[in-house]
């Protein structure tokens, strides 16, 4: 079937709209500030400084979070940044234990359900527990996304997809700076 002239041009626009999305998103990473990835002044959490367990951590506002993270877990945790693909410390690694948030120490993960995505992020088909994450619609940056937030302390972790393996098709898709491997034997 021919299309009309309308059509094409509209086709025209919606290409030049892809196009012009695409150059934005590529342009605002590469002006993003990316420092390299430290471990100076971390803690066991991996953290500027130890979290304690009774705090009320959703309660916390951004000065508190600007002291106890590094300014690239901030970036990603607290602003819901993205860290670069293939760019993050666990994206390729396969040690077994578990990964657990990076702000407040809670068990996210387990390397048991940590699969290679080719995405250039560390991905997991589960989570550790179902109370372990909470998820949120985002509709930033023109798509519509299911955010993953650390229950805890309301981290943002990264995202999850409906595209992972069995058993259950999910895809977490999260941000290396958001997550602390800790070998576990029970895991
Ligand atoms: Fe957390």
Same mark, same amino acid.
């Given at each position: 079937? #021919?299309?009309?002239?309308?059509? $094409?041009?509209? @086709? ?6 892809? #196009?012009? /999305? ?14 390299? /990835? ?7 959490? @991996?953290?500027?400084? +130890? ?7 959703? +309660? ?13 877990? *901030?970036?990603?945790? #607290? ?10 410390? *666990?994206?390729?690694?396969?040690? !077994?234990? $578990? ?7 809670? #068990? ?18 589960? $989570?550790?527990?179902?109370?372990? $994450?909470?998820?949120?619609?985002? *509709? ?20 999850? /997809? @409906?595209?992972? !393996? ?5 895809? *977490?898709?999260? @941000? ?12």
């Amino acid at each position: 079937m #021919r299309e009309s002239g309308y059509d $094409v041009k509209m @086709n025209l626009i919606s290409m030049k709209s892809q #196009r012009l /999305f695409i150059s934005a998103v590529v342009i605002m990473w590469a002006a993003a500030d990316w420092p390299a /990835f430290s471990e100076e002044g971390l803690t066991i959490s @991996n953290t500027k400084k +130890q979290v304690s367990r009774q705090d009320d951590l959703k +309660q916390k506002d951004n000065s508190y979070w600007k002291k106890v993270l590094t300014p690239e877990q *901030y970036k990603v945790c #607290r602003q819901g940044g993205t860290e670069p693909p293939f760019s993050g410390t *666990y994206v390729h690694f396969k040690e !077994p234990g $578990v990964y657990r948030c990076v702000a407040c120490g809670a #068990r996210l993960f387990s390397s048991k359900t940590k699969f290679d995505s080719g995405t250039g992020w560390p991905s997991f088909y589960d $989570v550790i527990s179902s109370d372990a $994450v909470e998820l949120k619609s985002d *509709y930033s940056f023109g798509m519509s996304r299911t955010e993953v937030i650390c229950a805890r302390c309301g981290a943002h972790l990264g995202h999850v /997809f @409906n595209d992972g !393996p069995a058993p259950t098709g999910k895809r *977490y898709c999260i @941000n290396s700076v958001c997550l602390k491997h800790e070998k576990d034997s029970a895991e």
